[in-house]
């Protein structure tokens, strides 16, 4: 392409569409719409001014029990910061009451404003004078929350998590700001032709399923969430028996059974809510497309996937990040955007849900374009299904994981939340001294049986394509 070409000329503010689209598939449409408040923090001028982002750990992560809980910790005392994260299986927008649809989204953003002896105001302020940052958020299946403060202010930033989950205020007039901001926020987005699309395209590939509710609905339904409503869900969706949790930072084992013992001990015992059961979903090569005034003709795709703990997995991941998972450098993006100037941008991603496992992917052209961007992701498609990858690209792939394995220790609060990922995917406490090992194990074979298996069947489309006439 010339350097003049339009698609060349903004390309991050289209790159970032495509980041966005990424996110909204692997979440689900559910991501959230009002943003978690965010604490200024004189930890992050502490992490800011160390070393601890260049550094890698040796240390063993380490299985602590307590209280019937069982939590990963990995010490770092160089840096005097504590990171908790957590998160809450079968708790997120997708066990919501159909009637009560917008409940967790109120309850994410309601559950820092005020709790037990602190209003809204002096909570915000605390947090301020503390360097205490408590947050909140959800996806269709989990609902996660986290804690993050220097290691001179835990007991205080303790003492202000126990009042959140034990004692949320649920103010009225807090309440009813927080569904008048997702009221806007949600109609808002839907003026954006990717949100649109992504609603679209779960209604499709979802119908049926929990996963496939529309956000409008939310408008209809907000308002039948009351405060009883918060404080049932929480009680029967927030548990120890689904609770994930682990630790970073400057603790001990010892703080760490402390810490379980209170607040997380003072959680109901037993989930009472309902368990997302797996399904088969029946994809390959249907098309739906959307009418949608846009400059712009968007599509997403998708096929069906493998999970997390599947023996075909690695090779999967390999062969998605050379066909579609590793940004400009991807086969698909070379031949697409860079070779033949037939996109914004292309890329392709690895989705797991508690009930689905997708392989799926995103692009955007303008509508001149779109169908020949589409045919000739269609022909790589089959090609890689039909001969695979090289020995070459397995080779080059392998280095470029590895070596970027090291940068996602970049912070402390990473690092807690890569181990409730490792607990929740069941990868063991000693996954980060072997997922090098993992990724150096698999064959050229395996990738390629992956390839045949998983791009062997053609994805089904759901477009925004202006060329095109649609619902």
């Known amino acids: 392409m010339s350097m003049y070409s339009p698609y060349r000329r903004g390309f991050g503010y289209y790159l970032k569409r495509i980041i966005f689209v990424s996110v909204l598939l692997a979440l689900g449409f559910y991501a959230p719409d009002i943003m978690t408040y965010y ?20 240390t063993p992560v380490q299985e602590i029990k307590s209280s019937g809980m069982t939590a990963y910790l990995l010490e770092e005392h160089s840096v005097p910061i504590v990171s908790i994260d957590f998160k809450f299986g079968n708790a997120g927008v997708a066990h919501e009451d ?20 602190y209003d809204a105001e002096a909570f915000k302020d605390t947090c301020e004078e503390y360097g205490i940052k408590i947050g909140f958020d959800y996806d269709n299946d989990d609902f996660s929350g986290y804690l993050y403060a220097p290691r001179k202010n835990l007991p205080k930033a303790l003492e202000m998590l126990t009042a959140v989950l034990q004692k949320p205020r649920f103010d009225k007039e807090f309440m009813t700001l927080r569904k008048e901001q997702l009221k806007t926020a949600i109609k808002s987005k839907m003026e954006n032709p990717e949100a649109v699309l992504a609603e679209k395209f779960s209604g499709f590939i979802f119908a049926g399923h929990p996963y ?28 120890r028996e689904n609770l994930i949790i682990s630790f970073a930072g400057d603790l001990t084992k010892k703080d760490v059974k402390d810490i379980l013992k209170s607040p997380f001990a003072e959680l109901p015992e037993k989930y009472a809510g309902e368990k997302m059961n797996r399904i088969e979903l029946k994809l390959g090569g249907r098309e739906k497309n959307v009418k949608y005034k846009s400059a712009q003709a968007i599509s997403f795709f998708a096929t069906n996937g493998t999970y997390r703990e ?44 508690d009930a689905v496992a997708l392989l799926t992917g995103s692009y955007s052209s303008t509508p001149d374009n779109f169908r020949k961007a589409q045919n000739l992701l269609l022909e790589q498609w089959q090609k890689m299904a039909q001969e695979g990858i090289s020995d070459k690209e397995l080779q080059q792939t392998k280095e470029s994981l590895i070596s970027s394995f090291n940068l996602r220790f970049a912070s402390i609060s990473g690092i807690a939340s890569m181990l409730t990922g490792m607990q929740q995917y069941n990868l063991g406490r000693d996954f980060l001294e072997k997922r090098n090992d993992y990724i150096k194990a698999v064959t050229l074979d395996e990738v390629n049986a992956a390839a045949k298996k998983y791009f062997g069947t053609k994805p089904d489309f759901v477009n925004i394509d202006v060329k095109n006439k649609g619902e």
Do not use: C, W
């Open 39 to 58: 604490n200024r923090l004189d930890s992050e001028k502490i992490l800011a001014a160390s070393t601890f982002k260049n550094k890698t750990f040796s």
């Open 98 to 117: 159909e009637e009560k649809q917008g409940l967790v989204r109120i309850l994410s953003s309601l559950l820092i404003d005020g709790a037990g002896k």
């Open 212 to 239: 496939s509710r529309k956000a409008m609905t939310v408008l209809k339904t907000l308002d039948n969430v009351s405060e009883d409503d918060l404080l049932k869900f929480m009680q029967t969706h927030l548990s």
């Open 310 to 353: 599947a023996e075909d997995y690695y090779p999967l991941y390999l062969a998605n990040y050379i066909f579609g998972g590793s940004g400009l450098n991807s086969r698909i993006s070379q031949i697409i955007r860079e070779k033949e100037g037939l996109t914004y941008g292309i890329a392709t991603y690895l989705q797991q849900n």
